[in-house]
């Protein structure tokens, strides 16, 4: 099975530092939803593993957050693809939870639902968080440069075999083309 673990936010659609709370404030990246459809036609499962810590902090509902998820499904369905699950972290930074990027516990959920060893699975991200997580889990992380990927390039953290590229079209193109 072909599984990819893509976060959401800087990855997909736009980021926000005052969130992404309502269905009309999420916009896609340009080319990510295309990248997504051609994955899901070539075979591959897609995964998204999100922290959305605006639930703990009260500025959108899980009504609202289905709603935005709702919005991305009908968008990439148009194009032809689709996405297998979305995992998500509902708890704040202070929350001391599992599942939090930067611990590896939606990962580990991941590996758990689709009975799959996390080696190699490719996890895509913009975030430290995200690639620590991923890296931690034993997943290939993947650093894209929209959303936080500049600043995170430019911290000089990143961990072992992280790949860089430009954006997940890139990505994709790269993993399609191989």
Request: proline residues 6%; hydrophobic residues 40%.
């Amino acid at each position: 099975m072909k599984l990819v673990i893509l976060d959401r936010d800087g990855v997909i659609n736009h980021d926000s530092p005052s969130f992404v709370k309502s269905p009309a404030e999420w916009v896609a990246l340009p080319g990510s939803l295309e990248a997504i459809a051609r994955l899901s036609q070539a075979g591959w499962r897609v995964v998204i593993a999100s922290n959305q810590s605006g639930l703990a902090r009260g500025l959108f509902n899980m009504e609202t957050l289905n709603a935005i998820h709702a919005k991305m499904r009908i968008e990439l369905t148009q194009l032809g693809g689709h996405v297998d699950s979305i995992f998500i972290c509902p708890h704040g930074p202070d929350d001391n939870c599992q599942c939090r990027k930067p611990r590896p516990g939606m990962y580990l959920d991941i590996a758990r639902r689709y009975d799959i060893d996390l080696k190699s699975v490719p996890a895509v991200g913009d975030s430290l968080r995200d690639l620590q997580a991923a890296h931690e889990a034993g997943c290939a992380p993947w650093l894209v440069l929209s959303g936080n990927g500049l600043k995170t390039l430019d911290s000089g953290e990143l961990p072992p075999g992280t790949q860089v590229a430009d954006d997940l079209a890139q990505i994709v193109d790269r993993w399609l083309e191989a």
